[in-house]
């Protein structure tokens, strides 16, 4: 298949360039480099041995998004690209919505001429809002509780229209929980920039000397040990997970399957001490930890009932906690300064 992905430089879409490669499907990729180095591709391309098409580009750019979609020709799209940070969008919730909404407005136009009616989008467990209950399946109320997610619903609506109003297409909402870890391979991973907001590449930051120690959000919730617990899920799984939900959009075989979310995680949660520990075991030392005040906005527990993926198109995670430090501990150590190695 030929496959159009947004975003592919970034931490979750070359996990999914180089799962596509490898499972012998042609890709094409679009991404402005934002959040993102041009050696994560180069090291894709040597990882898979193959090559791919690349536009340095915008979203935004209706020229160069539809030259990309004329010339490639895709059978199917995975849309990663966007702003991902939950603080910068209350911050300064503009860019959100200008490179989130009006850039899959963008994409979705480009494709209106072209045959392809099939589609993995890239949603999240943040559209679920504050949990009513767990296990989170599908059918959990839907809520906003900051600008990027209500980015993510809004992108989820104008998928379900756009469903509705031409039955052919098959789009696939993927609400990701908490997706970490690295490619076996220790050659790619997430290299966030700055500071981390998330808890794993700040974890691993400690390991690799960068840090002096992990801040944990609070220890006074109702939980196991009192810390957040998250359902943890490796990249390579979710990566893994777009292939099957892009194959389950093809296989309608120019019949549509309309708009459906997905739940990728593992079903099991983890807390935040759970998941220093096992980062310890992974790097074979101890890691400082520093209770610090819950962060605003934070809920005690969240993890998904991931049963519909496995149900549709035959998806469940594979790997555990202990492969998510592994792995990422290996591409931290390997890459202390992520992809801009100093000398
Ligand atoms: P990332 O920032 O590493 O990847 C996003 C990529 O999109 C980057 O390569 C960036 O350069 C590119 N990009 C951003 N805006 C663009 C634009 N206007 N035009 C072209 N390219 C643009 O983020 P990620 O963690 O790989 O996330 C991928 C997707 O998954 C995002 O849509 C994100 O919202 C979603 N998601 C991520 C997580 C997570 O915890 N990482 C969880 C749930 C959902
Ligand atoms: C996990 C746990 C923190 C950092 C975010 C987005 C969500 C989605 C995934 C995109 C929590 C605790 C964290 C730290 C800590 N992204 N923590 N010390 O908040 O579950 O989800 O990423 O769609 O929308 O909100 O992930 O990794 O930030 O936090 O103690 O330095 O770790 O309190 O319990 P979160 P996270």
């Known amino acids: 298949m030929r496959i159009l992905i947004t975003g592919g430089a970034g ?3 070359s996990h999914t360039l180089l799962e596509v490669l490898t499972a012998g499907h042609e890709a094409h990729i679009i991404d402005n480099l934002s959040n993102a180095s041009p050696t994560a591709l180069d090291r894709v ?3 898979a041995n193959r090559d791919f098409g690349f536009t340095e580009a915008d979203i935004r750019d209706r020229d160069a998004v539809q030259a990309a979609v004329d010339d490639f020709v895709p059978e199917a799209v ?3 690209a966007a702003l991902k940070a939950v603080g910068k969008s209350v911050a300064d919730p503009l860019p959100y919505f200008h490179n989130n909404v009006y850039g899959t407005l963008v994409l979705l136009d480009a494709l209106r001429a072209s045959p392809c009616r099939c589609f993995a989008f890239s949603s999240s467990a943040t559209v679920y809002g504050d949990p009513d209950y767990l296990p989170i399946d599908e059918a959990h109320p839907l809520s906003v509780t900051n600008p990027y997610g209500r980015t993510k619903l809004q992108m989820e609506g104008i998928l379900q229209d756009l469903a509705h109003s031409d039955p052919s297409w098959s789009i696939a909402l993927l609400r990701y929980f908490n997706p970490v870890g690295a490619h076996a391979s220790g ?3 997430e290299d966030p920039n700055g500071i981390p907001d998330n808890l794993m590449p700040f974890i691993a930051q400690v390991a690799v000397g960068r840090r002096p120690a992990v ?7 109702d939980t196991i040990d009192g810390t957040g617990v998250r359902d943890y899920i490796h990249v390579t799984d979710v990566a893994r997970a777009h292939l099957a939900a892009v194959d389950w959009c093809a296989a309608g075989n120019g019949k549509g399957r309309g708009c459906e979310p997905f739940n990728l995680g593992t079903g099991r949660g983890t ?3 759970e998941m220093v520990d096992a980062f310890s075991r992974a790097c074979g030392k101890p890691l400082p930890t520093i209770m610090t005040p819950r962060r605003p906005g934070d809920v005690a527990t969240l993890y998904a009932d991931p049963g519909k993926a496995e149900r549709v198109f035959g998806w469940r995670a594979e790997l555990d906690v202990d492969d998510m430090c592994r792995s990422s501990w290996n591409w931290q150590m ?5 992809y801009d190695q100093e000398p």
Do not use: A, E
Not at 215 to 221: I, L, T
Not at 334 to 338: E, K, Y
């Open 187 to 189: 050659r790619i991973g």
């Open 271 to 273: 807390s935040v001490m």
């Open 45 to 47: 391309k040597q990882l």
């Open 78 to 80: 995975i849309h990663f």
């Open 334 to 338: 390997h890459n202390p300064q992520g």
């Open 215 to 221: 801040n944990v959000f609070g220890n006074d919730y």
């Open 11 to 13: 931490y979750i879409g």
